[in-house]
C-alpha cells in the first residue's frame, strides 16, 4: 500500500517536445512525483489520447539515467568516470572555464550548442542567448533541421500559416509528401483517416510503404533525393494541359512564367528516369491533383535531408499556387506553423544580438578538430545531444575528445553526449519547470506550469543561465529573469493571445486556430504574393533555384540509407529507454545477392565509417534503400555508433542544411 503525504493533484499541461501535435495534457502528481500523464481536448487535435512516449513520462523522470547532480569528469574523456559536486562548484566552474576562454581567445572561443530541447519557448533563446551574446560567443546556424523547408517556405510565401490539421476532413485529396505521421505526428492519423471515410483520397510519397502508404490510392516511391524532378514534372504537366490557374499566377503570384520555363524539360519520362517513379504514375498524380479540391499537401521533412532537399520542397510548395488550390477549407498546403505566433523574443532576450561569427551545426565534428581562429575551447550543449544526432558522428566524437576543449553537457539524462562531457549539469523536465509551448502543426499556445518536484537537483534553463550571467557580472537590473517575466516579455505585442492564455489556458495565433490560405491567412512577403522563383533563392543554390543535382551513388556504395523518425523516441530524446539493439533494414532483393538473412550481423559502411547492427529484411522499402532510425544512441548499435557516422556534413541546396538522406553505403554480412 502507498501512503501519501499530499492527496494526489490533477494538473492541467501540454506538451513542449519537438512534434508537431502539441497535445494538451492532464497530469496527476502524488507526493510532487508524476504517477500519470494523459491527453485532453483542450487542443482539439490532441482529441484526449496522447503517444505512449509521453504517456510513459515517469521512466523518463524516475529512471535510472536520470542526471540527478551536478558531476565532473575525473576519469579519462568518454570514459563516464564521473564525481559528483555542488552546484555552486559546478557553476563557478562553468563561469571560470567561460572567462577563461574568453580572456586568452576572446568570446567566439565558446559555442552554445542548442536544438530539440524540449522545445518549450521558455528553455531557449532566453537568459541562455542573453548571457551568450554578452559574452560574445559564437552564434550557432541551427540548421540540423527545418533549415532548407524553412528557406523555401520563407522564399515562396514569407512562411504563411498552414491548413490545420483539424481541418483535414475538409479535403478530397490529401498528398503526404516525404512525411510519416504514423510516426512523427500521430493524431494526424486519425484525422487522415476521418477524411478518407468522407471520400477524400490519399496519395503517400515516400521511398517506403508507410503504414499509411499501404492504405493510400496511390504510393510515389521515389528514390532518396529525388522528389524536385517529380514535383516539376507535376507542374510541367498542369501547365502543359492547361490546368495551371493563370488567373489565381497573375493575380497573386510572381515567377509563374520563369517556373514553368524551369519546369519544362521534365517531361513524365525524364522525372521517372531520375526518379524511379514510373511516369503513367506521375501523370496520374498530376490529374487526380489537378482534378480534385479541395486538394492539400501536407509537405514533411524527409524530403529535405538530402543535397536537392530546399529546391524540391519549393517546388512541392508551388503546386497549390499552379493548381489553384487555395481559398477554400481543406486546400492548400502545410508544413511548418512555427512563424504563425508573434511573439517578442528581442524583449525576452533583453539584448541585441552580436554580430560574431556564425558556426553551422552540421559541421561540429570539423568545427571542433580543424583549425578555428579562434578556436573553440568551450562547448556548452544544452536542449540537444549532438554525438547522436549531427552528422559525421565519428568527426564529433574525435572532436569531443580534444584534450583542450571543455565541453559542458546540460541534460536531464545521461546522454551520449553527456558521457563525453567534462562538466554535467542536471535540467528540469517540463513538467518540473514552468513552460510555455506553441504548436510548429497544431495552431496552438499553452502554458505548462511546474507540476512536479524537480528529480535531484535538477535546475531549470531559465535559472541556471541566469546564475552564470551574475557570476560573470554580466547580470544587469530589469533582466526579464523568472518564467513569467518571460512569458510577459514574449507576449508582450499581442494582449489578445495573453488574455486567451490566462483565460482559457490556451490561444490561438492571429490568423485563428483554422485558416483558410489566401482568404484568413496570406504570404507573409512583402507585397503578399507568392514568389515562385525567389531572386534571393536562386541565387543561393548552388546552381540556382530547381536545378537537380545528380545521385550520389557510386560502384562502391551503391545503397541509400535513409533515417526517419520512429515511434520510439523524438529524435534521440528516450533513447535511454530503448534498450534493444536496433536493425538495419533492408529489401530481400538487396539482401539476397549480399548473401544476408534476417537476424545476421552485418558491416555497414562508406569512407566515414563502419556500423555493425543486425539486419532485417524489410519488402516494403524500395531496393536499393536501406534504412536505420534517427535517434539511435551508442548501446542501440554492436559497434557503438549509428546512422550518423555514415551521414555526410554536406548542406542542403538552401539553408546550409543537414543531408542524413545523402549517406550513400554498402552492407555486407560481418
Ligand atoms: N515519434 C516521433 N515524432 C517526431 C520525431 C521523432 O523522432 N519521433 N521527430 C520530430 C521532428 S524533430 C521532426 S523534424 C519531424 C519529422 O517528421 P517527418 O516529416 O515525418 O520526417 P522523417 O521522419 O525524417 O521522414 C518522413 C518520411 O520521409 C521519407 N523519406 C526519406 N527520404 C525521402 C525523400 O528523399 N523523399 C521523400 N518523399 N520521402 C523521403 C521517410 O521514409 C519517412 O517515411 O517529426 C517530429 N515528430
Ligand atoms: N540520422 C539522422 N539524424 C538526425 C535526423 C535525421 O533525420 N537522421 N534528424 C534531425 C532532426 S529532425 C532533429 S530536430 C535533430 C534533433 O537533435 P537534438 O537537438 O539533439 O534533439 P534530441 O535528440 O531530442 O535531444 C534533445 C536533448 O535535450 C534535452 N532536454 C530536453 N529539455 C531540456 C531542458 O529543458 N533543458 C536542457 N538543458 N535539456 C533539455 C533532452 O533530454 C535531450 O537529450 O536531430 C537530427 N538528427
Ligand atoms: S510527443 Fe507529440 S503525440 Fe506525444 S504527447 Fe507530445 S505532442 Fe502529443
Ligand atoms: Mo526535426
Known amino acids: 500500500m502507498t501512503t501519501s503525504l499530499r492527496a494526489p493533484e490533477v494538473f492541467a499541461s501540454a506538451c513542449p517536445l519537438d512534434c508537431p501535435d502539441a497535445c494538451s495534457l492532464e497530469v496527476r502528481v502524488e507526493d510532487g512525483r508524476v504517477v500519470k500523464v494523459d491527453g485532453t481536448r483542450l487542443n482539439p487535435v490532441t482529441d484526449g489520447y496522447i503517444c505512449s512516449k509521453v504517456r ?29 559536486i555542488s552546484w555552486d562548484e559546478a557553476l563557478d566552474l562553468a563561469a571560470a572555464k567561460m572567462r577563461e576562454a574568453r580572456e586568452r581567445h576572446g568570446g567566439e572561443a565558446i559555442l552554445p550548442f542548442y536544438y530539440g530541447g524540449s522545445n518549450g519557448l521558455l528553455t531557449q533563446e532566453t537568459t541562455d542567448a542573453r548571457l551568450f551574446y554578452r559574452l560574445g560567443a559564437s552564434r550557432l546556424a541551427r540548421t540540423v533541421c527545418a533549415a532548407a523547408t524553412g528557406r523555401a517556405a520563407t522564399g515562396l ?30 493524431h494526424q492519423v486519425s484525422l487522415l483517416q476521418e477524411a478518407q471515410r468522407q471520400g477524400a483520397r490519399l496519395v503517400v510519397v515516400d521511398p517506403r510503404r508507410t503504414n499509411l502508404a499501404k492504405k493510400a490510392d496511390l504510393h510515389l516511391a521515389p528514390k532518396p533525393g529525388t522528389d524536385l524532378p517529380l514535383a516539376l514534372a507535376v507542374i510541367r504537366w498542369l501547365f502543359a494541359e492547361g490546368k495551371a490557374d493563370l488567373d489565381f499566377l497573375a493575380a497573386h503570384a510572381t515567377g509563374g512564367e520563369e517556373l514553368r520555363r524551369r519546369a519544362e524539360p521534365w517531361t513524365p ?15 496520374r498524380f498530376a490529374r487526380l491533383y489537378a482534378e480534385s479540391s479541395p486538394a492539400l499537401v501536407r509537405c514533411g521533412w524527409g524530403l529535405e535531408r538530402n543535397r536537392n532537399g530546399g529546391s524540391a520542397v519549393a517546388a512541392v510548395l508551388a503546386l497549390p499556387a499552379v493548381g489553384g488550390k487555395f481559398g477554400v477549407r481543406g486546400g492548400g498546403y ?14 525576452a532576450v533583453g539584448e541585441p544580438e552580436p554580430s560574431t561569427r556564425v558556426i553551422n551545426m552540421n559541421r561540429l565534428g570539423e568545427v571542433l578538430l580543424e583549425r578555428q581562429d579562434p578556436p573553440v575551447t568551450v562547448l556548452f550543449a544544452y536542449n540537444c545531444n549532438p554525438l547522436a544526432t549531427m552528422p559525421n558522428q565519428e568527426k564529433v566524437r574525435r572532436g569531443l575528445a580534444r584534450e583542450d576543449l571543455f565541453t559542458i553537457a546540460f541534460d536531464q539524462v545521461w546522454t551520449d553526449t553527456a558521457r563525453w ?76 493571445m495573453r488574455t486567451e492564455l490566462e483565460r482559457e489556458g490556451i490561444a490561438s495565433p492571429d490568423c485563428g486556430p483554422s485558416p483558410i490560405q489566401f482568404v484568413d491567412s496570406f504570404p507573409l512577403t512583402p507585397d503578399r504574393r507568392v514568389h515562385l522563383v525567389p531572386e534571393a533563392l536562386d541565387r543561393e543554390a548552388p546552381h540556382g533555384l530547381y536545378f537537380f543535382q545528380e545521385e550520389p551513388a557510386s560502384d562502391r556504395y551503391p545503397l541509400a540509407l535513409i533515417s526517419p523518425a520512429t515511434s520510439r523516441t523524438i529524435s534521440s530524446t528516450f533513447g535511454q529507454l530503448v534498450r534493444r539493439q536496433t536493425p538495419l533494414e533492408i529489401h530481400p532483393g538487396d539482401a539476397a545477392p549480399r548473401g544476408i538473412a534476417s537476424g545476421d550481423e552485418v558491416r555497414v559502411w562508406n569512407d566515414l565509417a563502419e556500423v555493425r547492427v543486425k539486419a532485417r529484411l524489410n519488402p516494403d522499402l524500395k531496393p536499393g534503400v536501406v534504412l536505420l532510425p534517427k535517434g539511435m544512441w551508442s548501446h542501440n548499435s554492436l559497434s557503438g555508433n549509428t546512422a550518423n557516422a555514415l551521414a555526410p556534413d554536406t548542406y542542403t541546396d538552401l539553408g546550409e542544411g543537414a543531408c542524413f538522406n545523402d549517406a550513400r553505403v554498402e552492407v555486407t554480412r560481418a
Open 56 to 84: 510513459h513520462l515517469p521512466e523518463h523522470l524516475y529512471g535510472p539515467d536520470r542526471i540527478l547532480h551536478p558531476a565532473r569528469r575525473v576519469g579519462p574523456k568518454g570514459s563516464g568516470d564521473f564525481a559528483v
Open 157 to 186: 510565401y514569407g512562411k504563411m500559416p498552414g491548413v490545420a490539421f483539424t481541418d483535414f476532413p475538409h479535403a478530397r485529396l490529401i498528398v503526404l509528401w516525404g512525411v510519416n505521421p504514423s510516426a512523427s505526428g500521430i
Open 334 to 347: 502545410v508544413l511548418s506553423n512555427s512563424g504563425a505566433f508573434a511573439f517578442d523574443r528581442a524583449a
Open 421 to 496: 562531457a567534462d562538466l554535467v549539469l542536471p535540467a528540469t523536465h517540463f513538467l518540473e519547470h514552468e513552460e510555455m509551448s506553441r504548436g510548429y502543426g497544431a495552431l496552438v499556445l499553452q502554458r505548462s506550469p511546474a507540476v512536479a518536484t524537480p528529480a535531484g537537483e535538477a535546475r531549470s534553463n531559465v535559472e541556471v543561465f541566469a546564475e552564470i550571467g551574475r557570476r560573470l557580472g554580466l547580470a544587469r537590473p530589469g533582466d526579464p529573469e523568472t518564467a513569467d517575466e518571460l512569458a510577459t516579455a514574449l507576449l508582450r505585442r499581442s494582449e489578445r
Open 269 to 283: 519520362a525524364r522525372a521517372a528516369e531520375a526518379s524511379g517513379v514510373p511516369a503513367v504514375e506521375i501523370e
